[in-house]
């Protein structure tokens, strides 16, 4: 991983350690905790209308930063656990969904990106 | 960012763009888009016990690799879209999360990741 | 319960007992399929407009109403498992809901439902 | 439907009708609040053992039952909106997941609920 990424990432793990939470922080724990964070952004969004969306005002910009801070340190927890360098984990996937979605049959398709 | 996230991050944008698919990616169908995945992710440790997820096998340690890639790819689009940095996002959310649970108070006890 | 829901509730009682899938069925692991089965309902909508979620075509509104039957079903055996009546846990939340957002200083304006 | 959850589902659409909610509660919407709803609930057992979320104490029975609720009024608000009745939809999802886990094929078998 990059330097600013790996020093994060010590840094949670010393944030963890320092309050003895690892004992919590099985995988499927981290999984759950990424998902109610991820939630918790979405939430940010719920009523607003796409064109909203777009233009947030300095609140809810600040609120989704925020989660989204929480969502990128869970990530990071859950993929060192699990011994995952998320960039690259992230990088070999998207040569999958390229090759799933060529931009000849995808272009301008809302296709689900669930399916990636 | 770093230089290998920026990349990947570019790697991203250049895939959506190619793909006309910028037009589906306002910042609350991203937001939906992470929250998907994140799921997707959990779905994968759903019915394993807490012993079981920190023993998983080849094809789940793949599945969750894999999703993983998903969660990480959506999070650095919807960073990108929202001109946020993801790293120094969570960066200063582990500051404000370290003065919320001071060593002393919180060794030891299951606190909500949640409330952070 | 109504007549209705209860045999519902009592057929998927009988559907995991004949299964032995009691023993996967802690309300954690329900609560994690709650989550999963309405992620999946919400990647029905995901690349819709507002406009477009209101006028599905057959398809979308058989998954929609395929996975809205998945929501249903892990809802009534959470409730089962925890002893809860939903419609009476429903109905109270309500009344609650009706006391936070009175009528004159609520309407119109989006409020976060999730606040509830 | 049966009386009372009929009469829950009237009473849901008049309080959102009195407070000219309907504008936000486009089926998209209303998934996403299913699913944030769904995310609050399982937070209450985020950081509980199995074991815990089987002998959960007065607080997280009511918080559990609280988030339940508001579940519930998400689900029939959706199900209203698109003109689909919970209990008959789930009681043919049933259907199908009787028919795709036979009980010699399945029994004990930890399935991916999510699958169904």
């Known amino acids: 991983m990059d330097a600013r990424l ?3 990432s ?3 793990q010393k944030f963890c350690s320092e309050r003895d939470w690892e004992q919590f922080h ?3 724990n ?3 905790a990424m ?3 991820a939630s918790e952004l979405l939430e940010v969004f719920q009523w607003l209308t796409p064109e909203q969306s777009q233009n947030l005002n300095a609140e809810q910009k600040y609120q989704a930063r925020d989660e989204l801070g929480d969502v990128m340190i869970c990530l990071l927890n ?3 656990r699990l011994g995952i360098d998320p960039v690259e984990a992230a990088t070999q996937k ?7 979605y060529p931009v000849e049959k995808s272009k301008g398709l809302a296709k689900k990106y669930s399916d990636l």
Chains 1, 2, 3, 4 share one sequence.
């Open 26 to 28: 099985n995988p499927k």
């Open 6 to 8: 790996e020093s994060l």
């Open 10 to 12: 010590a840094e949670i």
């Open 78 to 80: 859950f993929a060192h």
């Open 94 to 100: 998207l040569e999958k969904v390229k090759a799933k």
């Open 35 to 37: 998902s109610v964070e």
């Open 30 to 32: 981290l999984a759950i």
